[in-house]
């Protein structure tokens, strides 16, 4: 099982998009334990929503979409509903 995740850093509104198999880890991961790249500037980061797959070929496909221009449109559109922005 595989599981494409949104995050949302609410002090700095950023998203981030991604994938992994073990959600737990990888939130630590983004959280407390990575000493650089992206997820590391915008901490703390929350789960925005996530989405589950069978396969990581599912996953990845459903990734690429996110990260498209619609994509990214429609993840927008969610943390304005949900935070009332």
Known sequence: MFKVYVLYSSNYHKIYIGYTSDLPNRMDSHNIYSKKGYTTKYRPWE???TEDYDT???AIIREKQLKSAKGRE???QVVHDKYKL
Request: glycine share 0%; net charge positive.
């Open 47 to 49: 789960i925005l929503f």
């Open 56 to 58: 990581k070929k599912e």
């Open 74 to 76: 429609y993840i927008w």
